[in-house]
């Protein structure tokens, strides 16, 4: 099972150009983008099935976990 948790209520969603208008799509993508890659590269093994996930500001989102 492949479990993924992204919390998007801080200011990286709300308002990432400071234009004072909402692009949560673009933090969000930007963040599955970054896990999509970091899988691809490095897999999924034992020790390493699991991991934080960072807005574009550094501030923790989220999780993503894998259980066979």
Do not use: C, K
């Not at 998007?8 to 949560?24: K, Q, R």
Request: charged share 25%; hydrophobic share 40%.
């Amino acid at each position: 099972m492949f479990r993924l948790e992204i919390r998007t209520g801080n200011a990286a969603f709300v308002d990432p150009f400071g234009d004072g208008i909402p692009y949560p799509e673009l933090e969000l993508a930007r963040i599955l983008r970054e896990l999509a890659n970091r899988l691809e590269r490095d897999g999924i093994a034992p020790g390493f099935d699991s991991g934080s996930l960072f807005d574009v500001n550094g501030d923790g989102v989220g999780f993503w976990s894998h259980t066979a």
